[in-house]
């Protein structure tokens, strides 16, 4: 009852006369501009209120704070020429790299500057604050009418294992990929061998017979099954024109 009340839900017209003391819109706009000028000087009728609006606030620290008064550990390399190093803390602490042709006063006044922002760094790779991966990374959109397939891997040729082995070793030290254990998906690995020019050899009735020689071979990932179930996009580049 009381809500309805405050609300009007019964339609009954609301008096334009408001009598509220703390209905002042003059003096909320006279707060404003002098919060945007930064005018430490509020107006007068308004003084009370500010002190008490003040008393009401409370400092929140944050909960996690990644910076700590440990400096991390890093290697001093040897720098271009027109760069030098600089520290911000006693010993040999906290160390930035600033430009080499600024002016002794300049220097200080900068390292100053440094000091008192010292939270801004980013000392370590974890400080940083990127994209959010789930905004950035690569996601297949799936069929509703699609589960997961795991398919085993199936038997090659004695030689085979090696050749992938290699293929693979050489795929992770470039980074183009990394292990993972929990994947829905699992696709076999075919190798196929690289075919070059033809030419001539014996066989074991010692008859010349035309052979295709094997150059190399090609390791590659049957996604078939992940094809087909992958939702196709019609408009997967934007117009050129």
Request: one cysteine or more.
């Amino acid at each position: 009852e009381e809500a309805d009340a405050f609300i009007a839900i019964d339609d009954e017209p609301i008096s334009s006369n408001i009598n509220a003391p703390y209905y002042d819109p003059k003096g909320d706009i006279l707060i404003l501009e002098a919060l945007l000028n930064n005018d430490p000087k509020p107006p007068s009728k308004q003084k009370d209120y500010i002190l008490t609006l003040h008393k009401d606030l409370k400092v929140v620290e944050p909960k996690n704070q990644s910076f700590k008064d440990e400096p991390p550990k890093v290697e001093l390399k040897e720098l271009p020429p027109h760069l030098e190093y600089a520290f911000l803390g006693d010993n040999g602490k906290w160390l930035v790299i600033i430009a080499k042709d600024l002016s002794s006063n300049e220097k200080t006044a900068l390292i100053n500057v440094l000091k008192t922002r010292k939270k801004a760094i980013a000392w370590k790779l974890t400080d940083i604050k990127g994209i959010d991966p789930k905004f950035c990374s690569h996601k297949i959109l799936l069929k509703e009418d699609y589960s997961p397939k795991v398919q085993c891997q199936r038997r090659v040729n004695p030689k085979i294992p090696d050749v992938i082995k290699k293929e693979v070793e050489k795929l992770f030290d470039a980074g183009l990929i990394y292990p993972i254990s929990d994947s829905p998906w699992v696709s076999p690995i075919h190798c196929v061998p690289k075919k070059g020019g033809m030419t001539v050899i014996k066989n074991d009735d010692n008859k010349l017979v035309p052979t295709r020689l094997v150059i190399g071979w090609r390791v590659f990932i049957d996604y078939r099954k992940l094809n087909k179930a992958t939702r196709k996009d019609h408009f997967s580049l934007p117009f050129m024109d």
